[in-house]
Protein backbone atom coordinates (compact mmCIF):
# COMPACT_ATOMS: atom_id res chain seq x y z
CA UNK A 1 0.00 0.00 0.00
CA UNK A 2 1.72 3.22 -0.97
CA UNK A 3 2.30 6.55 1.62
CA UNK A 4 -0.87 7.95 0.35
CA UNK A 5 -3.22 5.32 0.26
CA UNK A 6 -2.08 5.13 3.54
CA UNK A 7 -2.55 8.57 4.99
CA UNK A 8 -6.28 8.76 2.88
CA UNK A 9 -7.37 5.77 4.99
CA UNK A 10 -5.75 6.91 8.95
CA UNK A 11 -7.25 10.13 8.13
CA UNK A 12 -10.92 10.16 9.61
CA UNK A 13 -13.45 11.72 7.53
CA UNK A 14 -15.63 14.12 9.81
CA UNK A 15 -18.26 16.25 8.50
CA UNK A 16 -17.40 20.01 8.61
CA UNK A 17 -19.43 22.63 11.07
CA UNK A 18 -21.59 24.90 8.65
CA UNK A 19 -21.35 28.43 9.87
CA UNK A 20 -21.88 30.27 6.53
CA UNK A 21 -25.74 31.56 5.78
CA UNK A 22 -25.66 33.33 2.29
CA UNK A 23 -28.11 36.56 3.06
CA UNK A 24 -28.35 39.31 0.67
CA UNK A 25 -26.03 41.12 2.41
CA UNK A 26 -23.64 38.27 2.24
CA UNK A 27 -23.74 37.51 -1.41
CA UNK A 28 -22.84 41.08 -1.88
CA UNK A 29 -20.04 41.13 -0.06
CA UNK A 30 -18.75 38.05 -2.08
CA UNK A 31 -19.08 39.69 -4.80
CA UNK A 32 -17.34 43.04 -3.91
CA UNK A 33 -14.60 41.56 -1.65
CA UNK A 34 -13.20 39.01 -4.22
CA UNK A 35 -11.04 41.11 -6.85
CA UNK A 36 -9.70 37.79 -8.80
CA UNK A 37 -12.38 36.71 -10.89
CA UNK A 38 -15.13 34.33 -11.20
CA UNK A 39 -12.98 31.35 -10.65
CA UNK A 40 -11.73 32.34 -7.57
CA UNK A 41 -15.02 32.75 -6.16
CA UNK A 42 -16.43 29.65 -7.77
CA UNK A 43 -13.76 27.71 -5.57
CA UNK A 44 -14.18 29.68 -2.98
CA UNK A 45 -17.76 28.86 -2.63
CA UNK A 46 -17.04 25.44 -3.17
CA UNK A 47 -15.44 25.68 0.48
CA UNK A 48 -18.46 26.64 1.57
CA UNK A 49 -21.18 24.65 0.59
CA UNK A 50 -23.95 24.98 -2.64
CA UNK A 51 -25.55 27.89 -0.76
CA UNK A 52 -22.42 29.96 -2.08
CA UNK A 53 -22.11 28.97 -5.10
CA UNK A 54 -25.71 29.73 -5.56
CA UNK A 55 -24.88 32.74 -4.57
CA UNK A 56 -22.21 32.98 -6.74
CA UNK A 57 -24.40 32.12 -9.70
CA UNK A 58 -26.57 34.48 -9.20
CA UNK A 59 -23.85 37.39 -9.07
CA UNK A 60 -21.85 36.32 -11.60
CA UNK A 61 -25.39 37.06 -13.87
CA UNK A 62 -25.06 40.51 -13.27
CA UNK A 63 -20.86 40.70 -12.85
CA UNK A 64 -19.92 44.01 -15.56
CA UNK A 65 -16.58 41.92 -15.82
CA UNK A 66 -18.73 38.90 -17.79
CA UNK A 67 -20.55 41.53 -20.09
CA UNK A 68 -23.71 41.83 -18.32
CA UNK A 69 -23.17 44.88 -17.17
CA UNK A 70 -21.59 46.27 -20.29
CA UNK A 71 -24.52 44.72 -22.28
CA UNK A 72 -26.99 46.65 -19.78
CA UNK A 73 -24.95 50.41 -20.97
CA UNK A 74 -24.94 49.58 -24.44
CA UNK A 75 -28.86 48.59 -24.72
CA UNK A 76 -29.41 51.88 -22.77
CA UNK A 77 -27.69 54.10 -25.26
CA UNK A 78 -29.09 52.22 -28.39
CA UNK A 79 -32.51 52.77 -26.51
CA UNK A 80 -31.57 56.45 -25.90
CA UNK A 81 -31.01 56.94 -29.84
CA UNK A 82 -33.65 54.98 -30.65
CA UNK A 83 -35.95 57.67 -28.54
CA UNK A 84 -33.83 60.45 -30.74
CA UNK A 85 -34.91 58.84 -34.03
CA UNK A 86 -38.64 58.08 -32.46
CA UNK A 87 -38.78 62.26 -31.78
CA UNK A 88 -37.57 62.90 -35.30
CA UNK A 89 -40.49 60.95 -36.80
CA UNK A 90 -42.84 62.93 -34.28
CA UNK A 91 -41.65 66.54 -35.01
CA UNK A 92 -41.55 65.07 -38.84
CA UNK A 93 -45.70 64.70 -38.53
CA UNK A 94 -46.41 67.52 -36.09
CA UNK A 95 -48.18 69.72 -38.37
CA UNK A 96 -50.63 66.98 -40.12
CA UNK A 97 -51.50 65.63 -36.07
CA UNK A 98 -54.49 66.97 -35.73
CA UNK A 99 -54.45 65.81 -31.81
CA UNK A 100 -50.99 66.40 -31.32
CA UNK A 101 -51.29 67.06 -27.51
CA UNK A 102 -52.27 63.38 -27.60
CA UNK A 103 -49.01 62.47 -29.16
CA UNK A 104 -47.10 65.02 -26.59
CA UNK A 105 -48.30 63.28 -23.62
CA UNK A 106 -47.62 59.66 -25.15
CA UNK A 107 -43.89 60.87 -25.38
CA UNK A 108 -43.53 62.52 -22.05
CA UNK A 109 -44.87 59.28 -20.40
CA UNK A 110 -42.48 57.75 -22.44
CA UNK A 111 -39.42 59.82 -21.89
CA UNK A 112 -40.22 59.46 -17.94
CA UNK A 113 -40.43 55.92 -18.20
CA UNK A 114 -37.11 55.63 -19.72
CA UNK A 115 -35.04 57.91 -17.50
CA UNK A 116 -36.92 56.21 -14.28
CA UNK A 117 -35.92 52.40 -15.13
CA UNK A 118 -32.69 53.71 -15.69
CA UNK A 119 -32.21 55.42 -12.74
CA UNK A 120 -34.42 52.44 -10.43
CA UNK A 121 -32.31 49.72 -12.26
CA UNK A 122 -28.66 51.69 -10.92
CA UNK A 123 -30.14 52.11 -7.73
CA UNK A 124 -31.43 48.79 -7.44
CA UNK A 125 -27.20 47.42 -8.65
CA UNK A 126 -29.31 46.39 -12.01
CA UNK A 127 -32.12 45.16 -11.35
CA UNK A 128 -35.23 46.37 -11.77
CA UNK A 129 -38.31 45.17 -8.86
CA UNK A 130 -41.39 43.97 -10.51
CA UNK A 131 -43.51 47.35 -8.92
CA UNK A 132 -41.53 49.71 -11.22
CA UNK A 133 -41.39 46.79 -14.24
CA UNK A 134 -45.42 46.67 -13.70
CA UNK A 135 -45.55 50.46 -13.98
CA UNK A 136 -43.32 51.01 -16.90
CA UNK A 137 -45.71 48.08 -19.06
CA UNK A 138 -48.91 49.88 -18.15
CA UNK A 139 -47.25 53.71 -18.54
CA UNK A 140 -45.79 52.14 -22.25
CA UNK A 141 -49.90 50.74 -22.77
CA UNK A 142 -51.11 54.45 -22.00
CA UNK A 143 -48.87 55.90 -24.50
CA UNK A 144 -49.49 53.88 -26.89
CA UNK A 145 -53.11 54.75 -26.94
CA UNK A 146 -53.20 58.40 -26.18
CA UNK A 147 -50.40 58.23 -29.80
CA UNK A 148 -53.06 55.92 -31.81
CA UNK A 149 -55.83 57.91 -30.74
CA UNK A 150 -54.27 60.52 -32.50
CA UNK A 151 -53.40 58.90 -35.71
CA UNK A 152 -56.41 57.41 -36.20
CA UNK A 153 -58.41 60.88 -36.03
CA UNK A 154 -55.70 62.61 -38.12
CA UNK A 155 -57.15 62.05 -41.83
CA UNK A 156 -53.38 63.49 -42.91
CA UNK A 157 -51.46 61.38 -41.53
CA UNK A 158 -51.08 57.43 -40.31
CA UNK A 159 -46.94 57.90 -38.83
CA UNK A 160 -47.48 56.89 -35.28
CA UNK A 161 -44.30 57.38 -33.16
CA UNK A 162 -44.74 56.88 -29.73
CA UNK A 163 -44.16 52.55 -30.68
CA UNK A 164 -40.68 53.61 -31.30
CA UNK A 165 -40.20 55.40 -27.63
CA UNK A 166 -42.16 52.36 -26.12
CA UNK A 167 -39.59 49.63 -28.21
CA UNK A 168 -36.72 51.75 -27.19
CA UNK A 169 -37.69 51.58 -23.25
CA UNK A 170 -38.47 48.18 -23.14
CA UNK A 171 -34.63 47.25 -25.13
CA UNK A 172 -33.29 49.71 -22.19
CA UNK A 173 -34.88 47.14 -20.11
CA UNK A 174 -33.68 44.22 -21.77
CA UNK A 175 -30.59 43.90 -18.97
CA UNK A 176 -33.07 44.78 -15.81
CA UNK A 177 -35.57 42.40 -16.02
CA UNK A 178 -35.17 38.33 -16.16
CA UNK A 179 -35.23 37.99 -20.68
CA UNK A 180 -38.53 35.75 -20.54
CA UNK A 181 -40.49 38.61 -19.47
CA UNK A 182 -38.77 41.02 -21.90
CA UNK A 183 -39.82 39.27 -24.86
CA UNK A 184 -43.21 38.79 -23.19
CA UNK A 185 -43.76 42.04 -23.88
CA UNK A 186 -42.00 42.22 -26.86
CA UNK A 187 -44.50 39.90 -28.38
CA UNK A 188 -47.55 42.06 -27.01
CA UNK A 189 -46.07 45.19 -28.29
CA UNK A 190 -45.85 43.48 -31.88
CA UNK A 191 -49.52 42.76 -31.46
CA UNK A 192 -50.76 45.61 -30.85
CA UNK A 193 -48.47 47.23 -33.87
CA UNK A 194 -49.72 44.77 -36.29
CA UNK A 195 -53.59 45.48 -34.70
CA UNK A 196 -52.70 49.41 -35.90
CA UNK A 197 -51.41 48.35 -39.46
CA UNK A 198 -54.84 46.64 -39.51
CA UNK A 199 -56.70 49.66 -38.58
CA UNK A 200 -54.74 51.68 -40.74
CA UNK A 201 -55.66 49.31 -43.77
CA UNK A 202 -58.86 50.35 -43.21
CA UNK A 203 -58.46 53.89 -43.31
CA UNK A 204 -56.15 54.72 -45.62
CA UNK A 205 -54.73 51.80 -47.35
CA UNK A 206 -51.72 53.63 -48.93
CA UNK A 207 -50.29 54.49 -45.78
CA UNK A 208 -49.63 51.31 -44.79
CA UNK A 209 -45.78 50.84 -46.22
CA UNK A 210 -45.16 53.64 -43.49
CA UNK A 211 -46.78 51.90 -41.20
CA UNK A 212 -45.10 49.03 -41.52
CA UNK A 213 -41.97 50.82 -41.11
CA UNK A 214 -42.39 52.32 -38.10
CA UNK A 215 -43.37 48.74 -36.85
CA UNK A 216 -40.26 47.52 -37.63
CA UNK A 217 -38.51 49.94 -35.96
CA UNK A 218 -40.51 49.53 -33.00
CA UNK A 219 -39.97 45.88 -32.38
CA UNK A 220 -36.71 44.93 -34.85
CA UNK A 221 -34.24 46.31 -31.94
CA UNK A 222 -36.01 44.61 -29.50
CA UNK A 223 -35.93 41.56 -30.84
CA UNK A 224 -32.60 41.70 -31.52
CA UNK A 225 -31.96 42.83 -28.13
CA UNK A 226 -33.36 40.05 -26.26
CA UNK A 227 -31.90 37.21 -28.43
CA UNK A 228 -28.13 39.08 -27.46
CA UNK A 229 -28.65 39.07 -23.97
CA UNK A 230 -30.31 34.94 -24.12
CA UNK A 231 -27.63 34.08 -25.84
CA UNK A 232 -25.49 36.07 -24.11
CA UNK A 233 -26.75 34.55 -21.24
CA UNK A 234 -26.20 31.05 -22.16
CA UNK A 235 -23.08 31.58 -22.70
CA UNK A 236 -22.06 32.70 -18.97
CA UNK A 237 -24.32 29.57 -17.40
CA UNK A 238 -22.53 27.13 -20.26
CA UNK A 239 -18.99 28.12 -19.14
CA UNK A 240 -19.55 28.80 -15.38
CA UNK A 241 -21.06 25.07 -15.72
CA UNK A 242 -17.93 24.00 -17.52
CA UNK A 243 -16.00 25.91 -14.79
CA UNK A 244 -17.82 23.78 -11.58
CA UNK A 245 -17.55 20.32 -13.57
CA UNK A 246 -13.70 21.33 -14.33
CA UNK A 247 -12.97 22.24 -10.85
CA UNK A 248 -13.43 18.30 -9.88
CA UNK A 249 -10.07 17.82 -12.05
CA UNK A 250 -7.94 18.23 -8.62
CA UNK A 251 -10.10 17.23 -6.45
CA UNK A 252 -9.64 14.22 -3.85
CA UNK A 253 -10.05 10.63 -5.14
CA UNK A 254 -13.08 10.53 -3.00
CA UNK A 255 -15.48 12.97 -1.48
CA UNK A 256 -18.81 14.65 -1.45
CA UNK A 257 -20.00 16.94 -4.64
CA UNK A 258 -22.13 20.03 -3.86
CA UNK A 259 -25.33 18.18 -3.71
CA UNK A 260 -24.38 15.93 -0.70
CA UNK A 261 -22.87 18.80 1.04
CA UNK A 262 -26.42 20.22 1.37
CA UNK A 263 -27.53 17.74 3.37
CA UNK A 264 -24.22 17.28 5.25
CA UNK A 265 -24.80 20.61 6.45
CA UNK A 266 -28.17 20.08 7.45
CA UNK A 267 -27.48 17.33 9.48
CA UNK A 268 -24.39 18.92 10.64
CA UNK A 269 -26.41 21.76 11.87
CA UNK A 270 -29.30 19.49 13.44
CA UNK A 271 -26.58 16.86 15.60
CA UNK A 272 -24.89 20.36 16.77
CA UNK A 273 -27.89 21.11 18.33
CA UNK A 274 -28.45 18.42 19.94
CA UNK A 275 -25.14 17.99 21.79
CA UNK A 276 -25.38 21.53 22.47
CA UNK A 277 -29.00 21.05 24.50
CA UNK A 278 -27.72 18.11 26.08
CA UNK A 279 -23.89 20.10 27.60
CA UNK A 280 -26.51 23.25 28.03
CA UNK A 281 -28.85 20.68 30.28
CA UNK A 282 -31.92 21.53 28.08
CA UNK A 283 -31.75 17.67 27.46
CA UNK A 284 -31.46 15.29 29.92
CA UNK A 285 -29.76 12.14 30.01
CA UNK A 286 -30.49 9.75 29.52
CA UNK A 287 -32.64 10.83 26.11
CA UNK A 288 -36.26 9.67 26.08
CA UNK A 289 -37.85 7.63 23.26
CA UNK A 290 -38.06 10.47 20.47
CA UNK A 291 -34.92 12.39 21.26
CA UNK A 292 -33.08 8.85 21.24
CA UNK A 293 -34.91 8.11 17.68
CA UNK A 294 -33.98 11.82 16.04
CA UNK A 295 -30.58 10.98 17.29
CA UNK A 296 -30.62 7.40 16.04
CA UNK A 297 -31.81 8.80 12.65
CA UNK A 298 -29.18 11.95 12.31
CA UNK A 299 -26.61 9.46 13.28
CA UNK A 300 -27.80 6.71 10.15
CA UNK A 301 -27.96 9.74 7.40
CA UNK A 302 -24.24 10.93 8.70
CA UNK A 303 -22.82 7.61 8.46
CA UNK A 304 -24.57 6.98 4.84
CA UNK A 305 -23.67 10.44 3.67
CA UNK A 306 -19.84 9.63 4.75
CA UNK A 307 -20.20 6.20 3.22
CA UNK A 308 -20.99 7.74 0.16
CA UNK A 309 -18.36 10.22 0.07
CA UNK A 310 -15.92 7.13 0.19
CA UNK A 311 -17.42 5.67 -2.90
CA UNK A 312 -18.49 8.48 -5.29
CA UNK A 313 -15.46 10.37 -7.27
CA UNK A 314 -14.98 13.15 -8.70
CA UNK A 315 -15.92 12.07 -12.09
CA UNK A 316 -19.38 11.07 -10.52
CA UNK A 317 -19.69 14.59 -9.03
CA UNK A 318 -18.85 16.49 -12.18
CA UNK A 319 -21.72 14.49 -14.00
CA UNK A 320 -24.08 14.92 -11.13
CA UNK A 321 -23.29 18.69 -10.43
CA UNK A 322 -23.20 19.82 -13.86
CA UNK A 323 -26.66 20.78 -15.39
CA UNK A 324 -25.21 20.04 -19.28
CA UNK A 325 -24.32 16.64 -18.48
CA UNK A 326 -26.05 14.94 -16.01
CA UNK A 327 -28.91 14.51 -18.52
CA UNK A 328 -27.08 13.11 -21.16
CA UNK A 329 -24.35 10.76 -18.97
CA UNK A 330 -24.87 7.71 -17.48
CA UNK A 331 -22.19 6.79 -15.39
CA UNK A 332 -21.11 3.15 -14.18
CA UNK A 333 -18.16 3.11 -11.66
CA UNK A 334 -19.39 1.01 -8.59
CA UNK A 335 -15.79 0.66 -7.05
CA UNK A 336 -15.01 4.02 -7.76
CA UNK A 337 -12.00 3.66 -10.21
CA UNK A 338 -12.08 6.82 -11.91
CA UNK A 339 -10.65 8.23 -8.69
CA UNK A 340 -7.33 6.28 -9.50
CA UNK A 341 -7.28 8.77 -13.19
CA UNK A 342 -4.33 11.59 -12.97
CA UNK A 343 -5.17 15.31 -13.22
CA UNK A 344 -4.25 15.25 -17.29
CA UNK A 345 -6.42 11.93 -17.88
CA UNK A 346 -9.01 13.02 -15.77
CA UNK A 347 -9.36 16.37 -17.84
CA UNK A 348 -9.02 14.38 -20.77
CA UNK A 349 -12.12 12.31 -20.07
CA UNK A 350 -13.90 15.16 -19.23
CA UNK A 351 -13.15 17.14 -22.01
CA UNK A 352 -14.07 14.28 -24.12
CA UNK A 353 -17.45 14.09 -22.41
CA UNK A 354 -18.11 17.53 -22.61
CA UNK A 355 -17.19 18.48 -26.47
CA UNK A 356 -19.80 15.57 -27.28
CA UNK A 357 -22.66 17.36 -25.34
CA UNK A 358 -21.85 20.80 -25.81
CA UNK A 359 -21.54 21.06 -29.70
CA UNK A 360 -24.31 18.39 -30.49
CA UNK A 361 -26.04 21.17 -31.79
CA UNK A 362 -29.70 20.07 -32.16
CA UNK A 363 -29.18 16.73 -31.79
CA UNK A 364 -29.36 15.11 -27.92
CA UNK A 365 -26.46 12.83 -27.43
CA UNK A 366 -26.86 10.06 -24.86
CA UNK A 367 -23.43 9.31 -23.33
CA UNK A 368 -22.57 5.51 -21.26
CA UNK A 369 -19.19 5.49 -19.21
CA UNK A 370 -18.25 2.69 -17.79
CA UNK A 371 -15.25 1.99 -15.61
CA UNK A 372 -14.26 -1.95 -15.52
CA UNK A 373 -11.67 -3.32 -13.71
CA UNK A 374 -8.51 -2.95 -13.46
CA UNK A 375 -5.89 -5.50 -15.45
CA UNK A 376 -2.21 -5.95 -15.56
CA UNK A 377 0.09 -4.24 -17.32
CA UNK A 378 3.42 -5.89 -19.04
CA UNK A 379 6.49 -4.37 -19.45
CA UNK A 380 9.07 -2.47 -17.20
CA UNK A 381 6.46 -0.83 -15.59
CA UNK A 382 4.06 -3.62 -14.37
CA UNK A 383 4.83 -3.56 -10.92
CA UNK A 384 4.02 0.38 -10.55
CA UNK A 385 0.74 0.95 -13.27
CA UNK A 386 -2.42 -1.00 -14.01
CA UNK A 387 -4.52 -0.80 -17.15
CA UNK A 388 -7.75 1.05 -16.26
CA UNK A 389 -10.40 -0.02 -19.29
CA UNK A 390 -12.94 2.79 -19.96
CA UNK A 391 -15.59 1.90 -22.11
CA UNK A 392 -17.71 4.74 -23.67
CA UNK A 393 -21.19 4.25 -25.56
CA UNK A 394 -22.59 7.22 -27.19
CA UNK A 395 -25.46 7.84 -29.43
CA UNK A 396 -28.05 9.89 -30.50
CA UNK A 397 -25.78 12.08 -32.65
CA UNK A 398 -23.48 11.46 -35.91
CA UNK A 399 -20.03 10.40 -35.71
CA UNK A 400 -19.66 13.68 -38.43
CA UNK A 401 -21.09 16.21 -35.68
CA UNK A 402 -18.63 15.02 -32.87
CA UNK A 403 -15.54 18.01 -32.97
CA UNK A 404 -12.47 16.48 -33.83
CA UNK A 405 -10.97 17.86 -30.83
CA UNK A 406 -12.64 15.10 -29.03
CA UNK A 407 -10.11 12.69 -30.29
CA UNK A 408 -6.78 14.76 -29.04
CA UNK A 409 -8.75 14.67 -25.76
CA UNK A 410 -9.46 10.70 -25.63
CA UNK A 411 -5.35 10.55 -26.26
CA UNK A 412 -4.30 12.37 -23.35
CA UNK A 413 -6.52 9.51 -21.21
CA UNK A 414 -5.30 6.95 -22.74
CA UNK A 415 -4.60 4.19 -26.07
CA UNK A 416 -8.08 4.38 -27.70
CA UNK A 417 -10.44 2.50 -30.46
CA UNK A 418 -13.47 3.42 -31.69
CA UNK A 419 -16.04 1.00 -33.29
CA UNK A 420 -18.99 2.58 -35.39
CA UNK A 421 -20.30 -0.16 -36.99
CA UNK A 422 -23.25 -0.37 -35.03
CA UNK A 423 -26.12 2.04 -34.43
CA UNK A 424 -24.46 3.30 -31.38
CA UNK A 425 -20.12 4.95 -31.36
CA UNK A 426 -18.20 2.76 -28.89
CA UNK A 427 -14.90 3.50 -27.65
CA UNK A 428 -12.99 1.96 -25.13
CA UNK A 429 -9.81 2.88 -23.35
CA UNK A 430 -6.99 1.70 -21.87
CA UNK A 431 -5.61 4.22 -19.19
CA UNK A 432 -2.77 3.36 -17.45
CA UNK A 433 -2.87 4.69 -13.76
CA UNK A 434 -0.81 4.18 -10.27
CA UNK A 435 -1.21 0.64 -9.07
CA UNK A 436 -3.54 1.93 -5.80
CA UNK A 437 -2.25 -1.52 -4.10
CA UNK A 438 1.66 -2.12 -4.59
CA UNK A 439 1.60 -5.66 -2.71
CA UNK A 440 -1.05 -6.69 -5.92
Do not use: K
Not at 63 to 73: A, P, V
Not at 129 to 151: K, Y
Not at 200 to 208: E, H, Q, R, T
Not at 329 to 355: C, F, I, K, M, N
Amino acid sequence: MTDQDQAEQQQPVRPTPVTFTPGAGTRSRMRSADPDGALTQLVRARRLGPDAVDAVRQGIARDSRLGIGYLGIGAVIIGALLVLRGLFSFGWTYDRNELVGFSIAGWLIVIGSFAAAVVIARRTRGSLPSAAWIALLAAGAVALTLDHVAVWNSPDTNYVSVPIGVGATLLACSTFRPVNQVLLAAIGLTVVELGNIVVVALIDPDGVAYTGQQVSLAVAPLFAGVIVVRSFGRLVQRELDRTVAESTITAPRYGLGLLASAELARLDLAAEELLQDVASGRTTLPLDRSEAATASGLATDLRRLLVAGRRETWLHHAVADSEYLASAVRLTDPDGLAGYLEAGQRDGLLSTVWLIVDESGRYTPTIDVEIGRPGSLSGPDALDRMVLPIAMSVGGIPRRRIDPAVWSALSRVGQYSVDGRTGRLRVSVDAHVVVPDASR
